[in-house]
């Protein structure tokens, strides 16, 4: 277990001993309705529920009855009160190109796409595929289709071709707005080839709306591609009415991988999820009206979905977003644009600060972060190094730090500090403990609940609005998955897929996943998306991945592979197996490495034993092998790994 002492740590004085958070969080799980009522107080509906909570078949449906707009709560709630000029987004592309975003031009561009969208068919219900770099038309995307009620799906722009049609064939979707390219340290990547070349496996696809971006010069097809400057111009209306939707009217479905090939899509409900959003992210950054809020994560993931998109402009913040790498052109960027713009919430993920530590401490010491007052993490576990290098160099031993611990699935902060309700001593790597409503344990693999100490399988065991409504034409995988584990459980155990253990204190400490799904960079993939896409290969008869312990990104993909008979294991099979699995699933799933081997080892009963692989990749004790059909496979995956790890280190 991580180090959990704090002796090393100044404790700023406005730690004090848990009381307030203690008691509201407390009356938050006695009196659940009553609590979450109060807290879709801060939402506008157009009618307020009836029942605040529906809990059937392990589905929540939240404040049923009640009738709202995401777009309209986000935009138009803002627009009649003086935040009309307030800042929504303060955007910087990579190569320093800059934008103002008022909620007034947010308003107005919102209101126009909606329109273009209106006219080529999008409405209540229709799909809509966004494939978008992280600029202001994301979000106009975004709130526009949630103006008319019609629910999109967003693949990561790190995502290739058949991530792409993957999800927006499944969503049926009837649109794909995209861009031109992004630039993405200082080179130009094709965003449209992909899209061109994905949407032949999309016959729904009607049309495709294309931001121009990097003028790089691409492909238009007649009659289905239309440019977004000029659809903006020809907008039929300047305002479109927002659709009342009910409160569990589909907002998105943002696929996930797991642990099969075909990833998940867990589906978003409108009024839950907006309250949820909210709340958690004022209980975890405590924000208010004047703080210039930075997450600096991608809109494509759902961090940036809660984070950058719904919940800042619901609350009427400020937030900065930013299009390109974080050490491009050199590694002082991130600093820089968090003092030349004031931001006083940086959000971000252990990776990224891995990646900025590297390059050691004169970076962030050449621009002034005074304006800091509260850090923030997510996507993986953090190390208690660099919790504590944050802590120090960043936050000057000023700022606390807010781990917090969710999902896709769960749709905002689920464990974190919550500063916003009480600031409590915090731990380094500890995420401390689970936000009002939410009521995590620590298992055994029978559902029985594990004693102060010991590592489990983190569950959850009460619904909360921002929670998935289920998986997207999957309910049954949505019942397997989350709610089936534990059958002789006494009560429903939402299952999150971690291990984690609570300390004698009652701070949660989160320890990575417990299922075959990896954290590269922060980014989920499933080791089984991933074998899949090596055997689709002609040349491949297995494939096994695994993660491996990497310094930045946590984790990345290392994959054994068995050749057909007849094939010849040659380096530029190699490369080209890598290759396909760039091209196929994206770039953040290239593996760090692919071992050919003859065997792979496997029990008596025919099963590849990936916990074996994983040893020898991480260079750790095998553990039990005696149901290993045949030894000699360990053998070869070893001097196979390690002839590769003394040329490659
Ligand atoms: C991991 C990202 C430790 C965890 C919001 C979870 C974390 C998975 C933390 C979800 C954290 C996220 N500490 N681990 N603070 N935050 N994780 O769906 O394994 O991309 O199950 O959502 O990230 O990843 P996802």
Known sequence: MADSSLSA?????????????????????????????????????????????????????WYIGGVLNASYNCLDRHVKTWRRNKVAYIWEGEPGDKRVITYASLYRDVNRFASVLKDLGVGKGTFVALYMPMI??????????????APFTQVYSGFSI??????????????????????????????????????????????????????????MAEGRDIWYHEAMKAATERYVEPEPVEADHILYVLYTSGTTAKPKGPQVCTGGYLTYTCSTLKWAFDVKEEDVWWC??????????SYIVFAPLALGLTSVMYEG???????????????????????????LLRLLIKYGDEWPAKSNLDSLEILGTVGEPINPEVWRWYYKVIGKERCPISDTWWQ?????????????????????????????????????????????????????????????????????????????RYPNAKEDLFYTGDYAVQDNEGYFWLLGRSDDVLKVAGH???????????????????????????EIKGEVPVCCVVLKVGIEPTPSLNEELRLHVRSVIGPIATPAAIHFVRNMPKTRSGKIMRRVIK?????????????????????EVKRTVEAFRALYG
């Open 325 to 351: 790498a974080p050490e491009y052109p050199d590694p002082g960027r991130t600093w820089r644009m968090i003092e030349e713009k004031g931001v006083t919430k940086f959000y971000t993920s252990p990776t």
């Open 524 to 550: 989920r993939l499933g080791t089984i998306e991933l074998e899949d896409v090596l055997v689709s290969h002609p040349a491949v008869a297995e494939a096994s991945v695994v993660g491996r312990k990497d």
């Open 296 to 305: 600096f994560a991608d809109i494509g993931w759902v961090t940036g979905h």
């Open 408 to 484: 896709t699935e769960t749709g905002g902060f689920m464990i974190s500090s919550a500063p916003g309700i009480e600031l409590v001593p915090l731990k380094a790597g500890s995420a401390t403990f689970p936000l009002p409503g939410i009521d995590p344990a620590v298992v055994d693999e029978h559902g029985v609940l594990l004693p102060e100490g010991e590592k489990g399988y983190l569950v959850i065991r009460k619904p909360w609005p921002g929670m998935l409504m289920t998986l997207y034409k999957d309910d049954e995988r949505y019942q397997d998955y989350y709610w089936n």
């Open 9 to 61: 740590l100044p404790i700023d004085e406005r730690f004090k001993p848990i009381q307030k958070l203690k008691e509201v969080w407390k009356n938050s799980i006695e009196n659940p309705e009553e609590f979450w009522a109060d807290q879709a107080k801060q939402l506008d509906w157009y009618k307020t529920w009836d029942n605040v909570l529906e809990w059937k078949d392990r589905h929540a449906r």
């Open 615 to 635: 040893s020898i990749v991480d260079g750790e004790a095998l553990g039990d092998i005696t149901t290993l059909e045949d030894p000699s496979a360990v053998e």
């Open 162 to 219: 058949g991530a792409l049609a993957e999800r927006a064939s499944h969503t049926e979707a009837e649109v794909i707005v995209t861009a031109d390219g992004v630039w993405r340290r200082g080179k130009v990547i094709d965003l449209k080839g992909i899209v061109n070349k994905a949407v032949t496996q999309c016959p729904k696809v009607r049309n495709i709306i294309t931001v121009e971006r990097t003028k790089h010069g691409v492909e």
């Open 136 to 149: 202001p038309e994301l979000p106009i995307a975004m709130l526009a289709c949630a103006r008319l009620g």
